[in-house]
Nanobody
Framework: QVHLVESGGGLVQAGGSLRLSCAASGRTFSYYAMGWFRQAPGKEREFVAGITWSGGRTYYADSVKGRFTISRDNDKNTVYLQMNNLKPEDTAVYYC??????????????WGQGTQVTVSS
């Protein structure tokens, strides 16, 4: 069992930056690949970024490549999403999730409660 808690969301102007954190409980955090997803109002949840258990491989949605960076610190049981050059279309609730591979089509077993990111134009 892994319990995930996101933080770091907020309101930012277009072009600004935010860093999301996802803290995991349990000693098995390093066994899991991790992913970030987002869901905007009226839209389906979509994959944003993923990272393997070791951090050796990362995955990104085309819409965030070059702007977002996923990373993890297994000693701190935390995964991060650094978001730069934010755009209004990045506005959504962001969720972290634990899976086995980290890619967009992975089966993610555990989910956090989400954190709101709002980008004003």
């Amino acid at each position: 069992q892994v319990h995930l808690v996101e933080s770091g969301g907020g309101l930012v102007q277009a072009g600004g930056s935010l860093r999301l954190s996802c803290a995991a409980s349990g000693r098995t955090f390093s066994y899991y690949a991790m992913g970030w997803f987002r869901q905007a109002p009226g839209k389906e949840r979509e994959f944003v970024a993923g990272i393997t258990w070791s951090g050796g491989r990362t995955y990104y949605a085309d819409s965030v490549k070059g702007r977002f960076t996923i990373s993890r610190d297994n000693d701190k049981n935390t995964v991060y999403l650094q978001m730069n050059n934010l755009k209004p279309e990045d506005t959504a609730v962001y969720y972290c999730a634990a899976g086995s591979v980290g890619g967009p089509h992975d089966e993610y077993k555990y989910w956090g409660q989400g954190t709101q990111v709002t980008v004003s134009s």
